[in-house]
């Protein structure tokens, strides 16, 4: 599935070295603004404990994880929304992600300048927060003057969309979110056209000392992000992103190790690539077997032929029927032997939705 979360934050916050950590490449990370210009893609795959139990079992010549791509946009400084410096690149590249990762600073550290002069995260949020929301006004006004006439003829889609607009303006003049509304499917459709910065969901991203990761809560500014987020029922992670470009260039044994040594369960990368995916509504379907152990990406709400389709289009045009059983019912009884002995493999049509772990073998005709 081609969706995307955009890295973004101020200046001077970690936001390069987490990318590095991302992609274990090497794009420019210096300490001054705008070390970042043009976005840098990267894609990553996602961690899976459940495909490394395929593995174990079936020893594949060949195992592919599901992906997910991550873009690192520069910083951004007040007076983006007014178009300044590079304001409008940085706005465009933000656009065109489905979802938002939020990197801000919880670190001090005399030799990192902070483009305001001091470590404040709420204040670096509330900062990125306004610029957005000035951005979507500016959008969100403009099409109000472009629609307000074709509503006056009592054009009922005209009136219908013009209450949406007028609903997100009143809350973006007030510095509010449109992801904070509360938007029915209907009100929603109408916006998506618009691609709407501050209706994008949002993971914030607390970026501390390696001192401090192993007892994060300890840190007063996580603290403070952490509660910040909890109003909006945004997900936060703390993360070191020095740490975590240390351990992109070690292998999966040494990786463990380290996070071992740190007292650490899980690195703060592996949380935030599964927390954006399933932020965006994406789910996991696996085909196994001693050839090829795969994991294939599909958006929930999805029925069985269309994820056929998404590993051939003839799949989906020649769909006859799904066999299907769960992860957790492989783990109990590993061989398909087994599995059919129990009944647990099920013959599903095409109105099944598909579910996270299903493991799949479509059958189809063309």
Not at 137 to 164: F, H, M, P, S, Y
Not at 185 to 212: G, Q, R, W
Not at 294 to 306: I, L, N
Not at 342 to 366: A, C, P, Q, S, T
Request: hydrophobic share 40%.
């Amino acid at each position: 599935m081609a969706l995307t979360a955009g890295i973004v934050g101020l200046p001077n916050v970690g936001k390069s070295t987490l990318f590095n950590a991302i992609t274990n490449s090497k794009v420019l990370a210096e300490n001054y603004p705008f070390a970042t210009i043009n976005p840098n893609v990267g894609v990553v795959e996602v961690p899976d404990e459940r495909m490394e139990q395929f593995v174990e079992y079936y020893k594949p010549k060949k195992t592919i994880y599901t992906t997910f791509e991550f873009t690192d946009i520069a910083g951004l400084v007040k007076g983006a929304s007014k178009g300044e410096g590079l304001a409008n690149q940085f706005l465009a590249n933000i656009r065109e992600t489905d979802a938002i990762c939020h990197v801000v600073r919880c670190f001090e550290d005399e030799n990192i300048e902070h483009v305001e002069g001091s470590v404040d995260p709420i204040r670096d949020i509330e900062e990125i927060n306004l610029e957005l929301c000035l951005a979507d006004l500016d959008t969100v006004q403009n099409r109000i003057g472009r629609i307000a006439k074709k509503a006056q003829t009592k054009d009922k889609d005209a009136v219908r969309e013009l209450e949406v607009l007028k609903k997100c303006e009143a809350a973006l003049e007030e510095g509010k979110s449109v992801r904070l509304l509360s938007l029915n499917e209907e009100e929603l459709a109408l916006l998506k056209n618009y691609s709407l910065l501050t209706a994008k969901p949002v993971i914030y991203i607390a970026n501390m000392s390696d001192e401090e990761i192993a007892e994060p809560n300890a840190n007063k500014y996580y603290a403070l992000v952490k509660e910040f987020a909890a109003k909006e029922n945004s997900e936060c992670i703390a993360i070191c992103a020095k740490i975590e470009e240390e351990l992109s260039g070690l292998s999966k044994e040494e990786k463990q190790a380290f996070l071992s040594d740190l007292g650490i369960a899980q690195s703060g990368l592996d949380q935030i690539i599964q927390a954006a995916y399933h932020l965006l509504g994406l789910r996991t379907f696996f085909t196994v077997g001693e050839p090829e152990c795969r994991a294939w990406t599909f958006k929930d709400g999805m029925k069985a032929p269309q994820c056929a389709g998404i590993i051939h289009t003839d799949f989906e045009k020649g769909f006859i029927k799904a066999e299907i059983y769960s992860y957790e019912d492989f783990m109990q009884y590993h061989s398909e032997v087994e599995l059919k002995e129990h009944g647990k493999i099920r013959i599903e049509g095409k109105e099944y939705l598909m579910k996270d772990g299903d493991i799949v073998f479509f059958r189809f005709n063309v």
